[in-house]
Structure formats: structure tokens, C-alpha cells
């Protein structure tokens, strides 16, 4: 069955930086995009980052362009998201999605906190 562990999540202050990492199982992970996706409280789940299958081409939400680096290891099975210069309006339970292009399948993990506060 379709899995995924996610990991790096916690409390950080503002300007800081943290890693968070989507192991995933349970599926083709190389024939799959990969997202990063946030939800605040009180706040609709948003975009964050995407990264195609082979991982050759990476979009970012406005809000975290130059701060926020996806990026995945095919031979792990993992997907990463790098985060410097965090702000509090950072702050959110994060969740990797897997995404079969051209499908409607879809696989979301179970999400990891970030809180960024002083």
C-alpha cells in the first residue's frame, strides 16, 4: 500500500532554516510529480512546490520563491524541501503529494508541523 514518512518538521526561529523529507512506498515514485502543499489554521491547504517525475523542472508559490528549494532522489524514493529565511506566516502543517501526470491519482502524506516563532 501507498506510504510515505515525513520528517524535519518543528519549531525554528524566524530567519532560521529546517528540512523537511517525504520518503515514499507503495508506488512508481519516479513516474510520479511530487508537491510540497501547506495548511495554515483557519486557511485553505495551498501550493508550495512542485517537482516533475525525473525532477528536471521545480515551481514555487510567490511567497516562497529564493527562499524554498524542492528537490527529490529517485533512487530514495524521497522528496525535500528546503527552507531558509523562514517567517512566521511560514507556519503550517506541511504534506507531500504524489501526482500521476495526464491521471487523477493522487497520494497525500499525513503532514509535519512547522511552527516559526521567537
Known amino acids: 500500500q501507498v506510504q510515505f514518512v515525513e520528517s524535519g518538521g518543528g519549531l525554528v526561529q524566524p530567519g532560521g532554516s529546517l528540512r523537511l523529507s517525504c520518503a515514499a512506498s507503495?508506488?512508481?515514485?519516479?513516474?510520479?510529480?511530487m508537491s510540497w502543499f501547506r495548511q495554515a489554521p483557519g486557511k485553505k491547504r495551498e501550493l508550495v512546490a512542485t517537482?516533475?517525475?525525473?525532477?528536471?523542472?521545480?515551481d514555487y508559490a510567490d511567497s516562497v520563491k529564493g527562499r524554498f528549494t524542492i528537490s527529490r532522489d529517485n533512487s530514495k524514493n524521497t522528496v525535500y524541501l528546503q527552507m531558509n529565511s523562514l517567517k512566521p506566516e511560514d507556519t503550517a502543517v506541511y504534506y507531500c503529494?504524489?501526482?500521476?501526470?495526464?491521471?487523477?491519482?493522487?497520494?497525500w502524506g499525513e503532514g509535519a508541523l512547522v511552527t516559526v516563532s521567537s
Open positions: 517537482i516533475t517525475s525525473a525532477g528536471s523542472l521545480t
Open positions: 503529494n504524489a501526482r500521476r501526470v495526464g491521471t487523477t491519482i493522487n497520494y
Open positions: 507503495g508506488f512508481t515514485f519516479s513516474s510520479y510529480a
